[in-house]
Structure formats: C-alpha cells, structure tokens
C-alpha cells in the first residue's frame, strides 16, 4: 500500500486538502495527515513516500491521484525539503511541522524533557538563559530571567500559562505549531513546569483557532502519561484581542472581564490566581525542547547581536511565497520580502510592509536593508512582535490603513485607560476629515504654498468641526483654509497619538501610534501630503 | 420570555455548572457551554449563572458584555465569519466584503431579517497568506474571490 503525507493544517484544509486525503483513501492509499509545511503556494501539497523518499506534488486537487501515483503529475516538486523555500530555513522549533502525523504520540521522543528531569530545576533554568532565549511576543524580554524569578519565589502552588491568544494579523506561527507539533508546546510547559516547581499549566487559545483547540485538547489527553505528575488544560478566549496582554489573559483565567493589571506586582510573583507564574508565550514555550535536546549552545550559535537562536518568520499578506520561514536573526527585511517571499501576489510593486501584527509600524522599501533583530527594529521605530510579515503591493491607501489602526483599537479597548478608548475613536474621527479633505480637489499652487511648516498653524474654523456639516463646510472653503485645516488634524493626530503612547498602560493603547505614525511619516501623501523623501533616508 | 423557558435555562445552567464543579476560573467555560447548547447567552442565563455561581448579576453581564464571542440573541442558522484584519484587506479583502455582503443580502455584524445566514467580522484567523478568508459555519475558505467563492459561501448558506 503507497503511503501518503497530507497536511490537515487548517490552511491547508481551507485550500481543500481534505477531498484531496479523502481521493487518496479512496485509491486506497494508506493517508498520514500532518501539519502543514508552511508554503502555502504548493498547498494542497501530497507527499508519496517512495524509495527515495517523500515526493512532493503541489497544488494538487482530488482528481489528480491517478497522475500523483504514476509519478507524471506536472506538479512534480521532487524532495520538499530540498526547494529553495525549505532549504535556506533553519528549522529549530518547526522540524516535525509537516512531517510528522500531529498526534502519533509513538513517534515523539520527549528528548529535551528527559535531559531537563535529570537535571535540577536550577540547571534547567541556566541552559535556558544560556541559550538567550527572548520572548517571541512582545518587547523580547528574556525567557530564563522571568523562569528565575518563579524559581525563587516561594510559594504552596506555581502555574505555567501559555499566551496562545496573541492573533495578531499576519502571524500563523503559534496556530500551526498547535495544530502540527503540540507535543513539542506541551513538551515546553512540562520543562518550565519542572524548572520552576509548578504542578499545573493552562493554554489559553483564542476562539478563532477552532483547529489548534481541538488538536490541543487530544494532544494533551495523549500526553497525559508522558507529562505527569505535570498537568495541562485548555481554556479558550472569547474574541477579545486584549487578552493577548498578559495580564489580562490571567484575569480571562480566572473568570474576569479581560483587564490588563498594573505591574508590579510581576506575574511571576503575583499571577494566576495570586501564585507565581510563568507566562509565556506559544514560539517562547516551543524553542524550549529544542534548547534542553541539543544544548543552549546549539540554539545560541545562531542569531544576529542580542537576538539569538531562530525566529519563525509569518511571511503574509499580498506577497506571492507566503508561508512560514525559520531562520536565524539578522537575514534582512528585503530578503524575506522579496527573494523569500518573491515580492507581491498580484505582480504589483511592493509599496508598504508591516511588520509585528496590527500594533506594528509601516515600513517602505528604502527601508528593506534592516535586518531582523530586536533592536535594529527598535532604533528604526517599529517592532518585530510575533515576525508577522503583511506585503502591500501599491494601490494600499496607508491612511486607510491608519484608520484602520485606531478603528481596531476603538473596538478592542479594554477601556481601563482614556487615552487609548476615547483616544481611538476621536483618532478616526480625525483620519476621517483628512481623508475626506483629501478627496477635494486643491489647486496646486496654493497646495505647494502650505505644504511647508508655515502652513500648519492656521487656527480652526468651528465651521469644521465634526458632527455639525463637515461636508457642506468643507465644500465653502478656499483650498488653501482646507490645507490648513487639513495640517491643523495632522497635529492633532500626532498630539493624541503622543498621549495613547505615553498615558496607556498596556500595549494596545501604547503601540497603536505605531502604524498610524509610521504611515503618516513614510507615506505623507496618502494624507495630502508632499512624498516623503525616502531615497534621501539611506 | 415566558416562564417555562426561563426554568428550562435554569436547569440546563445548573447541569452545565454541575459539570463544572470545583473548577477554577469556571465562569468563561461555563459560559462558552450555555452558547455552545442555547446558542446564546441571555438575561435569563446570566441570572441562572449568578446564582449557581453566587456572584452578582451585574459581574456575571460585565463578563459576558465584555467578550466578543458571547451573543444575547441567537445567530442565523449559517454564521459566516469574515476576516477584516490587515492580511486579508491586502488582498481586496474590503472590495471582497461589500461583494459578499451584497450577495449575501445581509449587513456586516447583521443577521438577516429571515434568520437564514449572520455575517460578522472576525480580525485574523491565522490564515494570512491566502485571504480573504472566512469561516462558514466553522469551516475555513481561503482566497475568496469576487466570484466562485462567493457563490459556493452563497450555496452553504442557501441550505
Ligand atoms: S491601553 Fe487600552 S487595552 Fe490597554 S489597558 Fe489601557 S484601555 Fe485597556
Ligand atoms: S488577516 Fe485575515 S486571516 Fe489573518
């Protein structure tokens, strides 16, 4: 009987792999459902294992069988590990993702559990350090540091909590890791359980991943045996962004209205239900067999300065490779744009990326030589969060997409903090009227004449404001009180986007100015702006 | 309401919550199993919650007012999820919208007036090199074009 590898991924499955899987049961083909390999271009995509290995076909549909096992299928792809997509990657966290059946619990080998139970919770904790770990979510903090705190914290009861919750846009790491390795997440959380003297960890996955959940919740039932005296359960949100915070995820726990916590006190002192807490999130949990197995040596060889070990790039959005890229820090926005990611879908030029989920800034090309690290991003302005990468090809209106920032955060506020729940709101208001101001038509000679700082103090007519006819106003003005009106909301917009930075607690409120800044620096003109000068900037 | 009806969601949030027992943080499972079997979460519910939990009405309506997931009154028979996140609008998500709303005959966030089909907005999906996306009664459809997609969704929720 042939056997074949086809994923259940659920992009896969939306992409129709399973009338694909059930074409092959049906020709009578021993069927391994796997994860997904991660390049969603050769999706559906069927391996047939031969002598010499696993033969890749894809995109292929449920009428192609026959072509498939008689090897002359046009979608022949030979060996998936050896294209170019595979090849370059550095596959760390995500080596049994598309390989291996998810749930054949016969197959895993809990190697970096088994090194950590030989070793004390205190070795265990300085491998971790040594590998330079940082937290794949946020600001990148480091992992071994937060686990030494619970470490030393005494306490009758301590608990692991993995942030499965952080769905932000373009990223698809955490779900596939979910739905194709789980033992490998599950595997992590038994490790911190033991390094840090903890007896019970939650995974708290949002709503949207029906699949992870479900592949979770079997994986942990499998595991059971292999984990214990650890024991694991699955919560799931209820589509509030802002639990992907933290704190706000351990108040979802308990039972509360997702409300993120002034710290101190740390979580790791004062978390989950009072107790000390690791809070990790899913890729941060995942590197961390890999790192027991191998050594932290072998995870700290990789990397780019501060930024060690391997980051599983989101390559997504309109670009034509899409997928997901394991490598090392350091490889270069452009790279993973455009020769990984082999620029846009629809064929046009790549105009904007943003980088780090919808809290991360817009980049423009001039600014594709940065390389992947925490820091570089940082000094340019943007963040790396989750290595979410969303393309936009050139008919993107980026103050749309500003809008779209602080219309995202008006509807995810948790609403603790002014800035951030009002703050939002009047931030669309105030994008609505320079776009609207935007579509009138100005005659080119005044619009020059005020494009410069001079122009941007004329004072606001009550004619303008909101709510009272701003389109009848609008309409009565010269061109030139329009482009001073115009300038006076770009102020505005820069001053309210100052104080959600500096008067929001968590990063909802606090980063949302990112891309609503960045767009308005990088892209001026989608505003009515004069073009930046982006050449000059390199 | 009618009396009855309200006994029947008593009894059903006391079994609900008997299953539950000695659980910590039970209130958000809890809640998903009352949507999961009523496919809502009402006035009645939160009453019966308050009391098998012995918290207040108004803690157990912030919870529940709180979470996007929970809804007061049922969805349609078919609950079509449509991504409206960065990854999808890159790719004509918002064009693609308008299409399937139009096509659909039902408003963003709206249920249709004949019951048959709920469309609202879900901000990522995890499938974010191959959108627009959507979840049709749970089941995910990837690269939504203004046509074929749309129709096949069309179908699904004809049924
Ligand atoms: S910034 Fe916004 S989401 Fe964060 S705590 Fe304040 S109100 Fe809540
Ligand atoms: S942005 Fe639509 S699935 Fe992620």
């Known amino acids: ?538 | 309401m009618s009396i009855e009806k309200e006994e029947a969601v008593e009894a059903l949030v006391a079994r609900l919550a008997a299953a539950r027992k000695g659980e910590r943080g039970a209130l958000l499972p809890l809640l998903h199993d009352i949507q999961h079997e009523l496919g809502r979460v009402d006035g009645a519910a939160v009453a019966a919650v308050a009391a098998e939990l012995n918290l207040s009405r108004a803690e157990v309506h912030g919870v529940v007012s709180f979470y996007h997931d929970f809804r007061e009154r049922p969805a349609g028979r078919h609950h079509v999820q449509y991504c409206r996140a960065e990854s999808c609008q890159s790719r004509g998500g918002a064009v693609i919208e308008a299409a399937l709303a139009e096509r659909l005959r039902v408003a963003m966030g709206e249920t249709r007036a004949d019951g048959q089909v709920t469309l609202e907005p879900v901000y990522c999906l995890g499938l974010c090199a191959i959108g627009p996306n959507a979840l049709v009664d749970g089941a995910p459809v990837a690269r939504i074009d203004g046509t074929a997609a749309i129709e096949r969704i069309a179908a699904t929720v004809a049924a």
């Open chain 1, 1 to 538: 009987m042939t056997r074949v590898y086809i994923s259940r991924d659920m992009a896969s499955v939306a992409l129709g792999s399973d009338a694909v899987a059930e074409a092959f049961a049906r020709a009578g083909c021993e069927v391994v459902r796997t994860g997904s390999r991660g390049l969603f271009a050769i999706e559906p995509l069927v391996e047939v294992e031969t002598a010499e290995g696993r033969i890749g076909y894809g995109p292929v549909g449920p009428d192609d069988v026959a072509a498939i096992l008689d090897g002359s299928h046009g979608h022949r792809l030979g060996k998936v590990e050896a294209l170019p997509f595979f090849a370059k990657q550095q596959r760390f966290t995500f080596a049994r993702c598309g390989v291996a059946d998810p749930l054949d619990i016969a197959s895993y080998d809990w190697r970096g559990l088994k090194a950590a139970r030989a070793m004390a919770p205190q070795a265990v904790v300085d491998a971790v350090k040594a590998s330079g770990l940082r937290g794949r979510g946020g600001a990148g903090f480091p992992t071994g540091i937060k686990w030494q705190t619970v470490l030393a914290t005494a306490a009758d009861e301590k608990f692991i909590v993995c942030n499965a919750d952080e769905g932000d846009s373009g990223t698809f790491a955490d779900r596939m890791l979910m739905e194709g390795d789980p033992f490998c997440l599950i595997e992590g959380m038994a490790i911190a359980g033991h390094a840090v003297g903890a007896g019970h960890g939650y995974v708290y996955i949002r709503s949207e991943y029906p699949y992870a959940i479900d592949t979770m919740r079997r994986a942990i039932e499998l595991a059971a045996s292999k984990i214990a005296p650890f024991t694991l359960e699955v919560r799931v949100g209820a589509g509030a962004y802002v639990c992907g915070e933290e704190t706000a995820l351990l108040d979802s726990i308990e039972g509360k209205r997702g409300q993120v916590r002034a710290k101190p006190p740390l979580p790791a002192i004062q978390g989950l239900f009072g107790k000390p807490t690791v809070i990790n999130n899913v890729l941060s949990l995942a590197a961390v067999p890999f790192i027991l197995a191998e050594g932290a040596d072998a995870y700290a060889a990789v990397g780019f300065g501060r930024s060690r070990g391997t980051m599983p790039v989101q390559i997504a959005g309109n670009v034509k490779n899409g997928g997901l890229f394991e490598i090392g820090f350091g490889i270069t926005l452009g790279e993973l744009v455009e020769e990984i990611g082999g620029g846009t879908a629809s064929g046009r030029p790549v105009r904007a990326v943003q980088v780090g989920g919808p809290l991360g800034a817009y980049m423009p090309p001039s600014m594709f030589h940065l390389p992947f690290d925490y820091e570089a991003f940082a000094a340019a302005g943007g963040l790396i969060g989750h290595a979410g990468i969303t393309v936009f090809d050139d008919s993107v209106d980026m103050a749309r997409m500003a809008r779209f920032a602080m219309e995202f955060c008006a509807v995810e506020s948790c609403g603790k903090c002014t800035p951030c729940r009002i703050g939002s709101t009047r931030g669309v208001e105030t994008i609505d009227r320079i776009i609207e101001a935007r579509a009138l038509p100005v005659a080119p000679a005044e619009a020059g004449a005020v494009m410069g700082p001079g122009g941007a103090l004329a004072s606001y007519g009550p004619g303008l404001r909101r709510g009272d006819g701003v389109e009848a106003a609008l309409g009565s003005r010269s061109p030139l009180r329009l482009d001073r009106a115009r300038d006076k909301d770009i102020g505005l917009l820069r001053d309210l986007c100052d104080t959600m930075k500096y008067g929001s607690l968590c990063a909802l409120g606090g980063f949302t100015p990112y891309p609503v800044l960045s767009a308005l620096d990088h892209f001026p003109e989608d505003f009515g702006g004069a073009p930046a000068l982006h050449e000059a900037a390199e």
